[in-house]
Nanobody, 122 residues
Framework: VQLQASGGGLVQAGGSLRVSCLVS????????MGWFRQAPGKEREFVASISRSGRATNYEESVKGRFTISRDNVKNLLYLQMDSLKPEDTAVYYCAATAEFQSRDWRSYEYWGQGTLVTVSS
């Protein structure tokens, strides 16, 4: 299973950005998916997760109401729409997949993308 994240970039505070993640390498039942981020000098932290069907989602408290996770199981794509961005959202964003259940713990995810850098300027 390969995950490839894309869509990061530089955006001003208050702006929007959408990052994507293409999942390839295994057909059949889709995985539970998640987004995590890691800022310089900080630990990797949970951002959002989504169930296999896409009907159930979870968010880290600080991004609720600003970020939206979604997926397209036909195209094998995962998205994270980020609105009202803040400088503290600056980080490398990673997509991850697990064959198990939704989790906020990065150690529960078996497969990882390479990360895409999001920089929010003030």
């Amino acid at each position: 299973v390969q995950l490839q994240a894309s869509g990061g970039g530089l955006v001003q505070a208050g702006g929007s950005l959408r990052v994507s993640c293409l999942v390839s390498g295994r057909a059949g039942t889709p995985f539970v998916m998640g987004w995590f981020r890691q800022a310089p000098g900080k630990e990797r932290e949970f951002v959002a997760s989504i169930s296999r069907s896409g009907r159930a989602t979870n968010y880290e408290e600080s991004v609720k109401g600003r970020f939206t996770i979604s997926r397209d199981n036909v195209k094998n794509l995962l998205y994270l729409q980020m609105d009202s961005l803040k400088p503290e959202d600056t980080a490398v964003y990673y997509c991850a997949a697990t064959a198990e259940f939704q989790s906020r713990d990065w150690r529960s995810y078996e497969y990882w993308g390479q990360g895409t850098l999001v920089t929010v300027s003030s």
